[in-house]
């Protein structure tokens, strides 16, 4: 049974960066992966996703565009979430997520079978 082990959450002043990593465990390596936030009220949000196997075809919602970038350690079996030039619309609670099956990979959170524990974020004016 493969589990996802999220650290790096915390609190940070806007114009700040943090950055999120997500450890992998079981003996395969996942298809693909993905990071999402949800604040509260507001639904879930597919903010970042990558072709685990071959670390390409990285992609990103539009509001983490150009300040928030995935990344993975394939030999380590992480992942990252570098965070930059934080908004306080930013603060979330933030989970990664995976799935082992070679079929789709994007941002939707139906595409994920395995989730993390989902550290909170929070981002201060």
């Known amino acids: 049974q493969a589990q996802l082990v999220e650290s790096g959450g915390g609190s940070v002043q806007a114009g700040g960066s943090l950055r999120l990593s997500c450890e992998v465990s079981g003996s395969e390596y996942p298809y693909c992966m993905g990071w999402f936030r949800q604040a509260p009220g507001k639904e879930r949000e597919g903010v970042a996703s990558?072709?685990?196997?071959?670390?390409?075809?990285?992609d990103y919602a539009d509001s983490v565009k150009g300040r928030f970038s995935i990344s993975r350690d394939y030999a380590k079996k992480m992942m990252y979430l570098q965070m930059t030039s934080l908004k306080p619309e930013d603060s979330a609670t933030y989970y990664c997520?995976?799935?082992?099956?070679?079929?789709?990979?994007?941002?939707?959170?139906?595409?994920?079978?395995?989730w993390g524990q989902g550290p909170q974020v929070t981002v201060s004016s």
């Open positions: 997520a995976a799935d082992w099956r070679s079929s789709s990979c994007d941002r939707a959170a139906s595409t994920y079978a395995y």
């Open positions: 990558i072709i685990y196997i071959t670390d390409a075809r990285a």
